[in-house]
């Protein structure tokens, strides 16, 4: 979805001819469904953006943003207040809020019965013990806004973006957190799946990042060893739960 190339290519729902990709979003929308996109990151990053918008480079956050004017989710929460108070193309806040409800705080989420923009910084910052819980306050939020959004269903993509920061700075502790922040996020989603009973909640990730290799560990005192092999993106074969 992402991409629907190997990872050093920079476009964003676009094949190599510059036609853009219909992509998930689009079939959910056409069917009558409610459509939803959470980041614990910035809005306009290559994931996120993939799921609404279009553009040969995954850095144009202003052609990606732009959009949102007409893709018209149920919803889209992330970072990134600057992406629309610090634009070049002449469009401002006003000109989204034709369009959205907009808010800066996670907290109104389900407060809202339209279309939802919420840009919260606090979704940029990385994972602590206090905002552990975060990405899945949001998720748990997204599922009963969309639930109500419309009787047929809906489509949500929530990332745990920060696993990849962390995997590109060798941090292991920031790795640990993040992957826990994500592992709660999945607990919501499959509380939903099960008292729903009709939704299908799949787990998985574009690339590897930093090529963790877990060398040692005494589970019984909670301790590893690890090593990361590079900074960047690694081929390492990639899990898909489907639940």
Known sequence: IATGKPH?????????????????????IEKGLAAGVVTLGNIAD?????????????????????????????LLVGGGTTLFTDRRDGLSLSDFEQVYEIVNDVNQISNSDGQLLCV????????????IGLLADVTGSAIKKLSKDSEKGFF??????????????????????????????????????DTNGET????????????????????????????????DHTPAMLPLFAY
């Not at 956050?61 to 949102?68: A, E, H, V, W």
């Not at 919260?120 to 905002?131: C, G, P, S, W």
């Not at 590897?208 to 092999?229: C, N, P, S, W, Y």
């Open 156 to 193: 949500l993509v929530v990332e745990g973006a920060k696993i990849d920061y962390a995997g590109h700075s060798n941090s292991l502790m920031g790795t640990v957190s993040e992957m826990l922040s994500f592992d709660l996020a999945v607990a919501e989603a499959l509380k939903f799946a």
């Open 8 to 28: 050093n290519n920079r476009h964003i729902s676009m094949d190599e001819d510059g036609a853009e990709n219909f992509s998930i979003t689009d079939y959910a």
């Open 120 to 131: 919260d910084n606090l979704m940029d910052q990385a994972a602590t013990q206090e905002t």
């Open 46 to 74: 290559a994931t996120p953006a993939a799921f609404y918008g279009h553009s040969l480079e995954r850095d144009s956050s202003d052609l990606i943003t732009r959009y949102l004017l007409k893709k018209k989710l149920n």
């Open 200 to 231: 299908l909640v799949i787990v998985t990730s574009d690339h590897e990042t930093g090529g963790l290799v877990l060398v040692d560990g005494d589970q019984d005192k909670g301790l590893i060893t690890a090593r990361f092999t590079t900074d």
